[in-house]
């Protein structure tokens, strides 16, 4: 068997080549380019507006939309206070539902946009259609522009929200325009008041319209607790209403009888339908049997000694307002139907990237 030659070589030393210095002002020139680059990307990003909305070749930037991010803010800061009142934390920061990571800032966000799309889609359709803005709205809008800027807005708002008369009058001016054509829509549509106001009873929803003294009966623990006063206690408590009976029966201006001090006895208007009140069974049916400027006697409730005065136990207010209701919901899904069919005719695109920089409750609310 032959034998496989293997031929060593000798190993070659490595050419060790001599590294060169770069010339410090190269270095200095490099870092330079560098240092543009990023600034340049960080000024881009910073200072380059991309458009949140794009209907067609009409492209809608921030300062564009700004009537549409204070409309919505406004409408969401008002909750806000209410929800900080009653539960001690923020409305915006809530869960938008139970199993959703949004919060109702970003359900906020998406009502600026849709609120956006809707009214500058529905005012191209009404100027498409020869809608045009009449003398009369012209002169009803210049005052409601002047009335924001001077008496709705302090200055500090205006320089932040950056609103202008010219600004105001065209984003108002647009309002009015779409708010006319969706009633001409509206009015359009095959709906029959008479129909759905035959569905609801008048008995259902009359509403009895009352005022009232009342003295509580109960009063507090040591721990917080509300529990029934002593029978000496609730003896001081009818001496005490019983002391204006007589006084308040031929009295026209309830509301003047207290003096500012008082502190027991409370003076309050109400309304109420059968199926909702707060009152008790025995003292509701006393209540809705009662004539119209007549007054009860002192009643005891489970709470509190009363003293009622019929105002109206015929109120049509809850009927109209339910009635009213349904009339709207019908029109408001019929316009919907004809706004989701007008819609297919444009094209449009949300700037999800480019909004997401911006915090709602803080676009057009300044931060103190």
Same mark, same amino acid.
């Given at each position: ?6 031929? !060593? ?6 050419? !060790? ?8 002002? &190269? ?5 330079? &380019? ?20 794009? %209907? ?7 300062e564009?939309?700004?009537? @549409? ?9 008002? +909750? ?39 009214? *500058? ?16 709205? #012209? ?17 500090e ?9 010219? @600004? ?11 708010? =006319? ?11 029959? /008041? ?5 569905? @609801?009873?008048? #008995? ?6 009352? #005022?009232?003294?009342? %003295? +509580?009966?109960n ?25 204006? @009976? ?6 026209e201006d ?7 001090d $008082?502190?027991?006895?409370?003076? =309050?208007?109400?309304?109420f339908? $059968? ?17 119209n /400027?007549?007054?009860?006697? !002192? ?17 049509t207010?809850?009927?109209? *307002? ?8 019908? #029109? ?17 695109? &949300?700037? =999800?990237?480019?909004?997401? =920089? ?11």
């Amino acid at each position: 068997m032959s034998k496989l030659k293997r031929t !060593i070589k000798k190993p070659q030393k490595k050419q !060790i080549t001599s590294i060169k210095q770069i010339n410090p002002k &190269v270095w200095i020139s490099t870092l330079a &380019v560098f240092a543009v680059l990023i600034a340049g990307v960080l000024f881009f990003d910073t200072f380059y507006q991309r458009p949140l909305l794009t %209907i067609g070749d009409d492209k809608y930037y921030k300062e564009d939309l700004m009537y @549409y991010f204070y409309t919505v803010e406004q409408e969401y800061s008002y +909750s806000d206070q209410l929800y900080q009142q009653l539960f001690g934390s923020s409305y915006w920061d809530m869960p938008a539902t139970d199993s959703s990571t949004k919060t109702m800032r970003d359900v906020a966000k998406d009502d600026v946009i849709e609120l956006a799309l809707k009214y *500058e889609v529905l005012y191209q359709e009404a100027t498409n259609k020869g809608y045009a803005l009449t003398a009369e709205e #012209e002169d009803t809008i210049a005052t409601e522009v002047d009335k924001l800027l001077t008496e709705g807005l302090t200055e500090e708002q205006v320089d932040y929200i950056g609103f202008t008369s010219e @600004y105001l009058t065209d984003m108002i001016g647009k309002k009015t325009l779409v708010d =006319r054509y969706y009633k001409d829509v509206v009015d359009s549509l095959d709906i029959d /008041d008479a129909a759905i106001k035959a569905e @609801y009873s008048f #008995e259902d929803y009359k509403q009895y319209d009352i #005022e009232y003294f009342f %003295i +509580s009966t109960n009063t507090t623990d040591d721990d917080g607790n509300s529990v029934a006063m002593s029978d000496e206690e609730k003896s001081a408590a009818y001496d005490k209403i019983n002391g204006i @009976y007589e006084t308040v029966k031929t009295t026209e201006d309830w509301s003047k009888v207290l003096g500012e001090d $008082e502190k027991e006895l409370i003076y =309050r208007t109400d309304n109420f339908i $059968e199926s909702d009140t707060t009152f008790d069974d025995d003292f509701e049916a006393k209540i809705m049997a009662m004539e119209n /400027d007549t007054v009860s006697d !002192i009643y005891e409730a489970e709470n509190g000694y009363y003293i009622v005065r019929m105002i109206n136990n015929s109120s049509t207010e809850k009927y109209d *307002e339910t009635v009213n209701g349904a009339i709207t919901k019908a #029109e408001t899904e019929g316009f919907n139907e004809v706004y989701t069919d007008i819609l297919k005719n444009y094209k449009y695109k &949300v700037g =999800r990237n480019a909004l997401q =920089r911006f915090t709602m409750g803080q676009v057009t609310i300044p931060q103190n």
